[in-house]
């Protein structure tokens, strides 16, 4: 298979909820598997210092208002299917709710922090009168690396240099003209991912519009202006799917490089440029997988969860699939990447929270600005900054 086709299918999948939380619900869930939830004495948690930070505070999906680690990973328990992977938490009901409220009433949860090089990590162990569990989740959010009963290891599967694509393929320059040749028909699979991503994304950016989630980010936006420009629209539809789903929204969403913010940002904001500009689906499509591989380039010499806020990266390649839709070169192209990351990289990542939504509305800002000065050919010197 073209490895860009390759990267897409690995980094683009659905989601439900804030990405950390539920990937302590899907270990939980894996945990709870084997004996159950009967004849618990103790859960231990351990997580790396990047999976606290997401993960704290977020609400998580399905839980009406409920928040953090021990709600997570509990849940995932009592009311997850570890089948649905990254929508664990599908199926979650109010009795889940009340039998979650029960045993955290308990106080047999405790959360630590591991500190490990995989930013990427969570444990949990499940201490039962007459067995222990121990599942391991690692470098991906749905990758479970070990799984241990009592002192037998009877899932071993870590992540070695074989089981990563090759991403030394990926530049402005080779994402640009795999894009320019792609016959999207010879790729059924990548076709109907990137058709999914337009509607399950599209669907939380208006639930957020037509509810009350969160703070309100996109409507708050939407509403500040009597004639809104198709650059507003984009940024209010953008920052409303976040409002949803950091507020708990039950929808899933198209993830890119781990993240449903991220996902969100490098699609929304070309869709809408394209339906008020009656762009043809090809072209949509097209632009939309330029976005989504500009975005996983810049991610991945971050790294999946970091400090840098990676919706940064999603707008500037929100705003070259914009661009290429326009007719944009590719130097112009390059102009947007750089003009957006000097400017707005500085964003600081302070976990998964409602002001994710802002976040992205202030990196779409500037990118979009980006993208007016590179209509212009004006860009950064690149000595400067982060360029």
Same mark, same amino acid.
């Given at each position: ?11 683009? @999948? ?23 939830? +009967? ?22 999906? /399905? !839980? ?11 849940? *995932? ?11 664990? $938490? ?95 028909? +010879? ?35 939407? +509403? ?7 650059? %507003? ?5 953008? !920052? ?15 993830? /890119? ?7 969100? %940002? ?25 976005? =989504?591989?500009? !975005? ?36 112009? $192209?390059?102009?947007?990447?750089? =003009?957006? $990351? ?14 994710? !939504?802002?976040?992205?509305? %202030?990196? $779409? ?15 950064? @010197?690149?000595?400067? *900054?982060?360029?």
């Amino acid at each position: 298979m073209n490895p860009f086709v390759r990267i897409l299918l690995k980094e683009m @999948n659905l989601a439900l909820g804030c990405t950390e939380p539920i990937a302590i619900a899907y270990t939980g869930a894996v945990a709870a598997s084997f004996f159950g939830l +009967n004849n618990i004495k103790k859960i231990d948690v351990y997580c790396s210092p990047s999976i606290i930070k997401n993960a704290h505070c977020v609400n998580v999906p /399905n !839980a009406k208002g409920r928040t953090g680690i021990k709600t997570a990973v509990v849940l *995932g328990m009592i009311g997850g299917n570890p089948d649905y992977k990254l929508e664990v $938490l599908r199926d979650v009901n109010d009795k889940h709710l009340e039998a979650v409220d029960q045993l955290l009433d308990k106080n047999i949860v405790n959360i630590y922090t591991k500190d490990t090089e995989e930013n990427l990590f969570v444990n949990v162990i499940i201490k039962y009168i007459d067995n222990t569990v121990s599942v391991l989740l690692e470098c991906m959010h749905d990758h479970i690396s070990q799984i241990k009963i009592n002192d037998e290891i009877i899932v071993d599967n870590p992540l070695n240099e074989k089981d990563f694509e090759d991403y030394s393929c990926l530049s402005l320059k080779n994402i640009y003209q795999f894009v320019k040749e792609l016959d999207l028909n +010879n790729y059924p699979e990548l076709k109907d991912r990137i058709n999914l991503s337009i509607q399950v994304n599209s669907e939380i950016a208006n639930e957020g519009l037509n509810r009350n989630w969160g703070l309100k980010v996109g409507k708050t936006i939407q +509403n500040s202006c009597n004639n809104p420009d198709v650059f %507003t629209n984009a940024k209010a539809l953008t !920052a409303a799917g976040s409002d949803a789903r950091m507020s708990g929204c039950s929808l899933p969403v198209m993830i /890119n490089s781990g993240s449903g913010n991220q996902g969100i %940002t490098a699609s929304i904001p070309i869709i809408t440029y394209a339906k008020e500009n009656n762009i043809p689906l090809e072209q949509l499509q097209k632009a939309l997988i330029l976005s =989504n591989l500009i !975005a996983i380039h810049q991610k991945h010499h971050i790294g999946k969860l970091s400090a840098f806020c990676g919706v940064v990266c999603s707008s500037a390649a929100a705003s070259c699939g914009i661009a290429y839709l326009m007719g944009l070169s590719l130097p112009q $192209l390059e102009m947007i990447v750089s =003009n957006t $990351l000097v400017s707005a990289g500085g964003i600081l990542c302070d976990g998964a929270t409602p002001s994710c !939504a802002l976040k992205i509305a %202030t990196s $779409l800002d500037c990118a979009f600005v980006s993208l007016q000065l590179a209509k212009e050919n004006l860009t950064f @010197n690149q000595n400067e *900054g982060l360029v």
